[in-house]
């Protein structure tokens, strides 16, 4: 079985590791109200998604 014989630098290491970066969560705008929610999901400021209430948000 074959052993590395030297062990690798810091800034090998390193530059392996530099694209192990978490993406930023993509945002879409509500139709009904313009705010910021995750795509595919009811809007959780006004419960519209669709163009129709899923969630009434009377007790708010």
């Given at each position: 079985m074959n052993t590395p014989k030297r062990r690798?630098?810091?800034a090998r290491r390193d530059?392996?590791?530099a694209n192990w970066?978490?993406?930023s969560t993509h945002l879409s705008v509500c139709?009904?109200?313009g705010e910021h929610s995750l795509p595919h999901r009811v809007c959780p400021s006004c419960?519209?998604?669709g163009g129709r209430e899923i969630v009434p948000m009377?007790?708010?």
């Open positions: 690798h630098s810091k530059k392996r590791r970066k978490i993406d139709n009904n109200c419960g519209y998604y009377d007790g708010r």
